[in-house]
């Protein structure tokens, strides 16, 4: 997420052919729930959060903060797409000073298969390339993720940038993708330099 004060946010919504980007609302609470209690959504995230736990421990505005966008089509939350700030130790070595913004994205299963994820996706980086340009943003995923594999290949692809076995960065001058570090556990980085611009 760009660093507080660089950018106003939240940003007026964004709207795609389909979609509306916005800052989370109370009235998302319940989306939210379903979101991280969902065990199809939490396969690769460490499983899914126990229901009771979400409904005592949620605030009444849930993920309301910078870089947190939620998905609505045709009124309703979908998911969520989030552009966050990479910790120093998990660098990638995209930027020489770590820090990089990542960008993260969960849907509803039911919201699976319509390319959503890829038009929301992409609406969020113009956002930040034009917001912030040239910044790299980093995308980390786990090999075994199709779905996830295969938005993180479309996004590359639209940004007319080359996979590195390793590490993806999109948007921005980027770094050396070839120093990439390695994923821990299970999972893999793409990495790409070049962005929309
Ligand atoms: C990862 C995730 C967002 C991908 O969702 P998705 O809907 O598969 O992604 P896309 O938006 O790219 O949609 C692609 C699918 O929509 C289909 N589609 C249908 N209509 C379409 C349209 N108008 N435009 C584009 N694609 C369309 C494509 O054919 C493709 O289908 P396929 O997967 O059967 O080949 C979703 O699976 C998810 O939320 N997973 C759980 C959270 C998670 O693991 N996040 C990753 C964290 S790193």
């Not at 109370?26 to 209690?37: K, P, S």
């Not at 396969?43 to 126990?50: A, D, I, W």
């Not at 609406?123 to 938005?151: H, I, Y």
């Amino acid at each position: 997420m760009p660093e507080p004060g660089s950018v106003a946010w939240p940003p007026a919504p964004i709207t795609t052919e389909r979609l509306v980007l916005r800052e989370p609302e109370a009235w998302d609470r319940a989306a939210f729930i379903e979101l991280f209690t969902s065990p199809e959504v939490g396969t690769y995230l460490g499983g899914p959060r126990p229901r009771d736990e979400c409904e005592r421990t949620l605030p009444e505005t849930p993920e309301r903060r910078p870089g947190v966008f939620v998905v609505e089509l045709d009124g309703a939350m979908i998911g969520t797409i989030e552009l966050n700030r990479r910790d120093a130790e998990r660098r990638s070595h995209v930027r020489p000073d770590a820090g990089e913004a990542e960008l993260g994205y969960l849907l509803l299963p039911e919201a699976w298969g319509h390319g959503y994820a890829a038009e929301a996706c992409a609406a969020a980086l113009g956002w930040f390339a034009a917001a912030l340009p040239g910044e790299p943003v980093v995308l980390c995923t786990q090999t075994a993720n199709d779905r996830s594999m295969r938005l993180a290949a479309k996004l590359s692809a639209a940004a007319a940038v080359v996979l590195a076995p390793a590490l993806v960065a999109c948007g921005g001058s980027g770094g050396d993708s070839s120093k990439a570090d390695q994923p821990g556990g299970d999972g893999r980085r793409l990495g790409r330099e070049g962005v929309p611009r």
